[in-house]
């Protein structure tokens, strides 16, 4: 129900609950980017937030067709926009 109250809203990674669905528009600008785009977030690509930790960090995400567990301050700089 999340998804269909919130969905084309764009808002940071970290904030999307467990089992969202969201596709990455942006990231704040910083050192930390690229290192973002190696590991697969790129813009227009799909995220499936699969777990979350029980203290909320970190975040293990499905992108680009593997598992990748991401600490909530890096989420904080990737933009997304709910599907």
Known sequence: MLESIN???VMRLS???????????????GDFRLTL???GCI????VWIEMIAPLG????IKIAGYH?????????KIFVQLV
Do not use: Y
Not at 57 to 60: C, E, H, K, R
């Open 7 to 9: 969905e084309g809203k």
């Open 15 to 29: 904030q999307l609950p467990t089992g969202s669905r969201a596709l990455i528009k942006e990231h704040e600008e």
């Open 37 to 39: 785009m190696e590991m």
């Open 43 to 46: 813009p227009g690509e799909p």
């Open 57 to 60: 960090d970190p975040m293990a």
């Open 68 to 76: 990748l567990s991401i600490r909530k301050e890096d989420a904080e």
